[in-house]
């Protein structure tokens, strides 16, 4: 707790507050064990002990033992990198194919604009998790196409941001000048309306990672995304679930990662949207 106090006091010092300071640790720890597990955990998520099986949090195990005696708490930490590749790997592809159809349909027209966007339409009628469903059905169930799925399922809600965004600068008058001036129009995107569309697109990719960890998490719980014995957090949320009445930590500690990384992407996007709101306010 002081290490975590240091930690927001240093950031309140660089005027962050504390929260979104908090938030930025967490997600750091995070990425540390993505990118390097063992430094956080020693134990091998996939070894089995039978005759350890089920056991409380303590000792040797700080968060309990499984059904089947593997340590519980080096699943969670490897099992972010499964879990984060999905949810941030889907944020990724959503943006980049939001922003690709919203500037088409900014740029490309009015017949090509009312096109692009109806089929968005069309696909915002539908609840983000159950479009990913519908996308795991054709393609079929694994990490991959779950994060694909995932993306295609995003992709709406960054295109309609992307293109009102656009659509603002483009009727600017200084791009209508430059426009008149004979400037092409891929440079006039690439020059003025990109640069003011990444703001806006940022402080929604990252609240929208929240949602993606949660969907990516949730196909996985039925069973959809990484094949066993692979740790991810839904799967072991689905396996815990069994076992809530005897052995609540199975279940617990994955569903508490979860929790913290979607609070902690929450809270910096909230701060962001506020920066940027306060940025827009200024003469």
Do not use: C, K
Not at 174 to 186: D, I, K, M, N
């Amino acid at each position: 707790m002081s290490a975590l106090a240091q930690v927001a006091g240093r950031g309140a010092r660089l005027g962050m507050p504390v929260a979104p300071a908090l938030a930025a640790l967490v997600l750091a720890l995070w990425a540390v064990a993505v990118a390097a597990p063992g430094l956080l955990v020693a134990a091998d998520p996939d070894a089995t002990d039978v005759v350890a099986a089920l056991r409380p949090p303590g000792g040797a195990h700080p968060f309990g033992t499984d059904e089947l005696g593997r340590d519980v708490l080096s699943r969670v930490v490897h099992g972010a990198r499964l879990s984060l590749t999905i949810g941030f790997g889907a944020t990724a592809l959503g943006v980049a194919g939001g922003l690709l159809l919203g500037l088409l349909a900014a740029s490309g027209g009015r017949r090509l604009d009312q096109l692009v966007m109806r089929v968005q339409d069309v696909l915002l009628a539908f609840p983000e998790l159950l479009l990913a469903l519908l996308v795991v059905t054709v393609v079929g169930s694994g990490t991959g196409n779950v994060l694909v799925a995932i993306g295609v399922a995003a992709v709406p809600t960054y295109a309609r941001l992307v293109r009102g965004q656009a659509l603002t600068v483009i009727r600017s008058g200084y791009v209508e000048a430059a426009a008149a001036l004979g400037v092409r129009r891929p440079l006039v995107v690439v020059r003025h309306v990109l640069p003011n569309v990444a703001g806006p697109l940022l402080v929604l990719a990252t609240i929208g990672t929240g949602t993606t960890v949660i969907s990516g998490s949730a196909l996985s719980f039925l069973g959809l995304g990484a094949a066993p014995p692979a740790a991810e957090w839904g799967a072991m949320l689905s396996d815990g679930r069994e076992f809530l009445a005897t052995a609540w930590w199975t279940a617990t500690f994955p569903g508490l990662a979860i929790v913290s990384v979607v609070l902690s992407v929450t809270v910096l996007g909230r701060h962001l949207q506020g920066r940027s709101t306060r940025g827009e306010g200024r003469p």
